[in-house]
């Protein structure tokens, strides 16, 4: 069962923007790094993007200078900007956020289709 709520996603050309947002509705969660994964058809889960409890970022390279994530710890929420978006972007992005006790808490993946 998801434990992250996902909004976001859908269709959107090769170029275009898109949006995904995620938040955590448990009222006493406190956070040690939020993050989106991806995974492409036939392939592994993948890191794209993640911030810590105090800020530092991380990106994987195939979506640095693209991408944008930004969390709001006081939210239990994180959200990912994707601008320039290439067919190979096209995956399922499942939301993730680690609690304070090492916990893993994930969304229930969401579909981002880039079409040529």
């Known amino acids: 069962q998801a434990q992250l709520v996902e909004s976001g996603g859908g269709l959107v050309q090769a170029g275009g923007s898109m949006r995904l947002s995620c938040v955590n509705p448990?009222?006493?969660?406190?956070?040690?790094?939020m993050g989106w994964y991806r995974q492409a058809p036939g392939k592994q889960r993948e890191l794209v993007a993640t911030?810590?409890?105090?800020?530092?970022?991380k990106y994987a390279d195939s979506v640095k200078g693209r991408f944008t994530i930004s969390g709001d710890n006081a939210e239990n929420s994180v959200s990912l900007q994707m601008n320039n978006l290439r067919t190979e972007d096209t995956a399922v992005y499942y939301c993730?956020?680690?609690?304070?006790?090492?916990?893993?808490?994930w969304g229930q993946g969401i579909q981002v289709t880039v079409s040529s």
């Open positions: 993730h956020m680690r609690s304070i006790f090492e916990v893993d808490f």
């Open positions: 911030i810590s409890s105090g800020g530092s970022i």
């Open positions: 448990q009222r006493f969660f406190r956070n040690d790094g």
